[in-house]
């Protein structure tokens, strides 16, 4: 947009020399968007969908030669042994002599798969619950909401392990735990929403106009509802990610040869005083992630619904 | 008002009901309780004293029957008895929560003080180094996994630094506030408290900021109050109640939130017990007698809330 002089005066947009014009420019457009945020989130989907390209080493070789390597830039001194870290090794080796690095790009993965599908099948259940229990209201908004309300009541990991424990660790079952933690707050809001919106005219007329009930539900509920939706989606899937380490950390997570930062938190910190890199690196993942995403939710929450600021912060 | 709370009790009721039909039928799914009474013995067992231990857990009867005379027993104060140390649960309970209680609460107040206390800051001292530092705690707080700062701050804090011992609690002998005492606690409550100081501290900024902008304010500044006396007095109260409630709820969910932190920290707390005798064994009266408990918390908690919430502020509907 072209500005005259004057309305740069009048809008207080300062003029800088010709270099760092550009970069006051930049800056701005970093402030206005989550731009670093999308930066990191694009990387990590990257290295989570190319893995087995990236990743230098195999997530299961090694060996007790290659225990502890220090990072690339780090010495371990354990008294017995000096080693210096080379670049095969760029982020050291865990106990077991694995690659870290090969086991954080692949444990991307696994959190990736499991927050996108929990996501997912939540956004489904719960917009579709929220949207029927909040347009029917009557019985089926009784059990919905108390449904809802026994699972906020439940203890979430300690159901999470006793189901482990009779079911026995597997991917299914983690994605069930995930997807049953992660749509209840979609069905609250979305409900809350669609109680306002059916008492708009435009829903009333396409009544009068004869509409079916799926169609009301779909053409003229579900269009105010989205928005809430994805901003809800966006704030969630950080929590998600968190949950899922936290099942991995406590052993309820994906069984035990594929790589998932939660777990390799859980191995490295027996060994911590000797070797730090195997346990910091994987928890860095986890917090860069889970920010980005914050970051980007907090943005699209502003962008698309501001009155959800109470509700979320 | 009344009819509001007869609802929220029965409410409460419906879900404490549901969550241990949940848990019960659960637990029922897993290995036969049989063979953890029995335990790895090798002498041969008859199948006659089978039937009789059997009988005598109530082992015989139907699902239903089985939840519906543990639902009777609970009702008369009575959890059961723990299958593998044949100790009542109810004594097991007792032993552990204080641990736990005392871990939540210390939480809570961290989580409380600072989150009240920086999101006032960084609201009163808006876009100033106040406020960075104030948001980017929250930030760090909401994104980090728990089980991760706890084993960085014992990296930090126990082994390198060497200021607070961790893995054990002491003889927690004397006065229980000293600091002989309290040290123990310390890094365990901050870790716990952290992440909800950051929620608390976000919710307090938007409402102080929320509140700050308001015309009572605006008329209080053209009266001439003095600025203190606007953020403490005028503003601070009206902000103050979305935190304090979600607060509330928060208390609770820090009970089944201090498992990952009693693991971490080897405290021994319900949630490790829980965990290591209950859920591993599947000690299934112990089981649910420790998630009963959790649950009747957080169910209380959420009640409390709710009541806190109707009676502070008038303006929500009760429904």
Redesign the interface.
């Known amino acids: 947009m072209q500005q005259t002089q004057l309305e740069r005066d009048l809008l207080g947009v300062r003029q800088y020399p010709p270099g760092i014009q550009q970069l006051a420019v930049a800056w701005r457009f970093t402030r206005r968007y989550p731009t670093i945020p999308l930066v990191v989130l694009a990387i990590l989907i990257f290295i989570a969908v190319f893995a087995p390209f990236l990743a230098p080493h195999s997530t299961r070789s090694g060996g007790i030669r290659d225990r502890h390597l220090p990072p690339a830039w780090a010495v371990l001194d354990d008294g017995y042994t000096v080693k210096y870290g080379d670049m095969d090794h760029v982020l050291g080796t865990d106990h077991a002599g694995r690659d870290v690095m090969s086991r954080l790009f692949f444990g991307a993965r696994i959190s990736l798969i499991v927050a996108g599908i929990a996501l997912t099948s939540g956004f489904l259940i719960g917009t579709t619950m929220g949207i029927t229990s909040g347009y029917a209201g009557g019985w089926w908004d009784e059990v919905v909401t ?2 809802v ?2 699972f ?8 999470a ?3 482990t ?3 026995g660790q597997s991917l299914r079952l983690l994605l069930v735990l995930m997807a049953m933690l992660a749509w209840v707050p979609f069905v609250r809001v979305t409900r809350s929403q669609t109680l306002v919106i059916k008492n708009e005219p435009y829903v009333d007329l396409a009544r009068v106009a004869g509409c079916s009930y799926p169609r009301i539900l779909i053409r003229h509920i579900l269009p105010g509802v989205l928005s809430t939706a994805v901003v809800i989606a966006t704030l969630s899937v ?1 929590s998600l990610i ?1 949950a899922e ?2 099942l991995s ?2 052993g309820a997570g994906v069984p035990s040869p594929t790589p998932t930062w ?1 777990a390799m ?2 191995e490295g ?1 027996n060994y ?2 000797t070797a ?1 890199w195997p ?2 690196f ?2 860095v993942c ?2 860069l992630t ?2 980005s995403l ?2 980007t939710g907090d943005w699209l929450r502003d962008r698309l619904d501001p009155r959800l ?2 509700l979320m ?1 | 008002m009344t009819r509001f709370l007869v609802r929220r009790v029965i ?1 409460m009721f ?3 009901i ?2 241990t039909v ?2 019960f039928v ?2 029922r ?2 290995p036969d309780p049989i063979d953890l009474y029995l335990g790895d013995t090798q002498v041969e067992v008859t199948e006659e004293y089978i039937e009789l231990i059997r009988r005598e857990l109530g082992l015989d009867k139907s699902l239903p029957v089985q939840y519906g005379m543990w639902l009777w027993n609970i009702a008369h104060f009575d959890m059961g008895e723990s299958i593998g140390t044949r100790m009542p649960v109810s004594k097991i309970i007792k032993t552990h929560i204080w641990t736990t209680l005392k871990l939540a609460l210390g939480a809570w107040i961290f989580a409380v003080i600072v989150g009240v206390s920086m999101g006032v800051l960084s609201a009163v001292k808006r876009a100033t180094f106040w406020d960075y530092v104030g948001r980017g705690m929250a ?2 707080g ?7 700062t706890g ?2 701050a ?2 930090l804090f126990a ?1 390198i630094l060497g200021w607070f011992p961790a893995g054990t609690l002491g003889d927690q002998e004397g006065f229980p506030l000293s600091w002989k005492n309290l040290r123990y606690w310390i890094m365990p409550c901050i870790v716990l408290g952290w992440p909800a100081s950051a ?1 608390i501290m ?2 307090t900024r ?2 102080m900021l929320e509140t700050l902008d308001s015309e009572y304010i605006k008329l209080a500044r053209a009266k001439g109050v003095g600025t203190q006396a606007i953020i403490w007095k005028h503003a601070l109260r009206n902000a103050v109640i ?1 935190p304090l409630t979600s607060a509330l709820v928060l208390l609770a969910d820090y009970l ?2 201090a ?2 932190v009693e ?2 920290f080897s405290l021994p707390g319900i ?1 490790t017990v ?2 290591n005798q209950a ?2 064994d ?1 000690d299934w009266p112990l ?1 649910a007698g ?2 009963f408990v ?2 009747g918390i ?2 209380g908690f ?1 009640l409390m809330a709710d009541i806190a919430y109707a009676i502070i502020d008038p303006r929500i509907r009760y429904s």
Do not use: C, E, H, K
């Open positions: 108390r449904i309300d026994i906020a009541a439940l203890p979430f990991l300690m159901m392990l006793v189901a424990m009779m079911f950080g968190l380490a936290a950390f406590l939660g938190v859980q910190r911590l005083s730090w346990t910091v994987p928890g986890i917090f889970v920010m914050n970051f600021r109470q912060d | 409410a419906i879900s404490v549901g969550a949940i848990i659960m637990t799914l897993g930030l760090f909401q994104a980090t996994p728990q089980f991760w084993v960085m014992i990296l082994v929620g976000r919710l938007s409402s979305p089944n939130g498992l990952v693991i971490i949630g829980a965990l859920v591993y599947n089981l420790t998630v959790f649950i957080y169910v959420a």
